[in-house]
């Protein structure tokens, strides 16, 4: 990369941080917002800014679209304590950060803040965000929206310390998938060993995001996998099956240990396109695509009204379950 392209791809960098850096300067008031339902890359990326624009003497308000409920494998994160509902913030704060939301629409109800904040700052890294917000900090090769927060950190002159790290951490590790996905870079890896060399526990943050659940998952796992249907002939082969929020109900769980079903299902050999259909307490479905590498899933779920990733990604349909998989199909045949 020569010098001027550098200087051009840093341009959005020094931009954001030079708002938020103004922010802190002049004890303006700041809403941080994670994407709805947020994952550890979206709560993890809005706990360690809010963190850092503390330190610097912003007045930081961190919330998240509703339901207000957060799962279980989060709510330890530092800071998480400090979250506030959509309703308690400011209905037009100075300053407003959206981090890893892909589309105004993944912001809920805070979406409004996008245009009644004094500056809005949108930080994200995915592949289908059509550029939203005052000041765009967007970079959809980036793996994590961690990865940029931790960018906007260093620009501030934040030091990281191990609460920071934990946050960081555990967006980075999760969007990753622990850093076995095609997105982890040799700067990934760099990020982690400054991370690790703050003394977090990432084998403790790892267990509590990724290998812990109750025993009731074992039994709804075994129900789900045992109704997926395998279609080999449909795009680059299609295995798919279901399940809802009352299912998991069933089995004692909540409504969030479905998304780890869709890590089970895609390690089908035959299927290129993994996916889940969560059925939610409204009746509409939320469903999941991952790729195994042949079919681009953010251009199939964008065509569906949803958006994600290259290799991950997803959308919402109010159609019956037969009709949504055949409005799938369609795509993928035509991908
Ligand atoms: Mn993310």
Redo the contacts with the bound molecule.
């Keep these: 990369m020569s010098l001027t392209s550098a200087r051009a791809a840093d341009a959005p960098l020094r931009t954001a941080a030079s708002v938020l850096a103004e922010a802190a300067d002049t004890r303006a008031t700041v809403v941080l917002s994670g994407h709805v339902q947020p994952d550890a890359?979206?709560l993890g990326s809005t706990l360690a800014l809010a963190e850092g624009l503390r330190r610097q003497g912003a007045r930081v308000l961190v919330t998240f679209p509703g339901p207000f409920t957060l799962p279980a494998s989060l709510g330890w994160l530092p800071g998480a304590e400090g979250l506030v509902p959509s309703t308690a913030v400011p209905s037009s704060p100075d300053v407003f950060v959206s981090l890893?939301a892909a589309s105004p629409a993944r912001l809920g109800e805070l979406a409004v803040l996008l245009d009644a904040a004094g500056t809005s700052v949108v930080v994200d890294?995915h592949a289908s965000n059509p550029g939203f917000g005052d000041v765009q900090l967007v970079d959809g090769g980036a793996p994590?929206?961690v990865t940029l927060v931790a960018g906007l950190l260093d620009e501030l002159g934040v030091a990281l310390d191990r609460r920071l790290a934990t946050c960081l951490y555990a967006g980075l590790a999760a969007?990753t998938g622990s850093f076995r996905f095609g997105n982890t870079r040799p700067e990934t890896h760099e990020l982690a060993a400054r991370l690790l060399a703050t003394g977090i526990d990432h084998s403790d943050i790892s267990r509590r995001l990724f290998d812990t659940a109750p025993f009731g998952w074992l039994g709804l796992l075994s129900v789900v996998t045992g109704r997926a249907v395998l279609e080999p002939d449909v795009g680059a082969g299609l295995v798919w099956t279901y399940s809802s929020t009352a299912e998991a109900g069933e089995h004692g769980l909540p409504g969030e240990q479905l998304e780890a079903l869709v890590d089970v299902v895609r390690s089908t050999e035959e299927a290129d396109v993994a996916c889940v259909l969560k059925g939610q307490d409204d009746g509409s479905w939320s469903v999941s695509l991952r790729s195994r590498g042949a079919t681009d899933v953010a251009r199939v779920a964008m065509a569906l009204g949803g958006g994600g990733h290259v290799l991950a990604a997803g959308y919402s349909s109010h159609l019956d379950r037969e009709k949504t998989i055949e409005a799938l199909r369609m795509e993928l045949r035509a991908a």
């Design positions: 890359d979206a890893d890294h994590a929206t969007d």
